[in-house]
T-cell receptor
Framework: DAGITQSPRYKITETGRQVTLMCHQT?????MFWYRQDLGHGLRLIYY???????DKGEVPDGYVVSRSKTENFPLTLESATRSQTSVYFC??????????FGPGTRLTVL | AQSVTQPDIHITVSEGASLELRCNYS??????LFWYVQSPGQGLQLLLK??????LVQGIKGFEAEFKRSQSSFNLRKPSVHWSDAAEYFC??????????????FGGGTRLMVKP
């Protein structure tokens, strides 16, 4: 199916473990984004990518790593998960000059 | 830096009543403005957007919003709320950025509850 998908949809992990959240879009949109959603903060940008092999930090990048070897994929890795990274993570993509299309979200719990 | 404030964390209205959700932004130039809705457990759905032109914009599901430059506001309105409108609403401002185009900054959200 066309669109933007995220996997897993739910994840429980332990402090110190590495976790990778996947994001895949079928539109070949140039831009992709990772946001985290926390109560009272709305959505905050973690990292974004303007094209394959081009990534940059957003508002809250610490503790996260991204890569974009292919246009359609934009994985987000928590190298050593902390409890403060318990959140709902949204991936989004956007073609040039348009607006974001959001994925369904991944709910991550770090114990 | 741009910022967005949604002063009301929770709002409760009766079904059939009118609704206005407030959004104030801070940005040095003409912003791009958005309203998104998020139903429980779901992703974000775009309700409407303002890029330029007519300051009163119409969106989906009977929503509208008015851009008021003098007040730095972009309030969302609906004349008659339906129970299915219960959700969380996010205002967002976008700024031109050479690296990422229209990077979005979101407000903290307003949770709308609808009484029967």
């Amino acid at each position: 199916d066309a669109g933007i998908t995220q996997s897993p949809r739910y994840k429980i992990t332990e402090t110190g473990r590495q976790v990778t959240l996947m994001c895949h879009q079928t539109w070949s949109h140039s831009y992709m984004f990772w946001y985290r959603q926390d109560l009272g903060h709305g959505l905050r940008l973690i990292y974004y990518s303007a094209a394959a092999d081009i990534t940059d930090k957003g508002e809250v990048p610490d503790g996260y790593v991204v890569s974009r070897s292919k246009t359609e994929n934009f994985p987000l890795t928590l190298e050593s998960a902390t409890r403060s990274q318990t959140s709902v993570y949204f991936c989004a993509s956007r073609p040039q000059g348009s607006r974001e299309f959001f994925g369904p979200g991944t709910r991550l719990t770090v114990l | 830096a741009q910022s967005v404030t949604q002063p009301d964390i929770h709002i409760t209205v009766s079904e059939g009543a009118s609704l206005e959700l407030r959004c104030n932004y801070s940005y040095g130039a003409t912003p791009y403005l958005f309203w998104y809705v998020q139903s429980p457990g779901q992703g974000l759905q775009l309700l409407l957007k303002y890029f330029s032109g007519d300051t009163l914009v119409q969106g989906i599901k009977g929503f509208e919003a008015e851009f008021k430059r003098s007040q730095s506001s972009f309030n969302l309105r609906k004349p008659s709320v339906h129970w299915s409108d219960a959700a969380e609403y996010f205002c967002a401002v976008g700024a031109q950025d050479n690296n990422a185009g229209n990077m979005l900054t979101f407000g903290g959200g307003t949770r709308l509850m609808v009484k029967p």
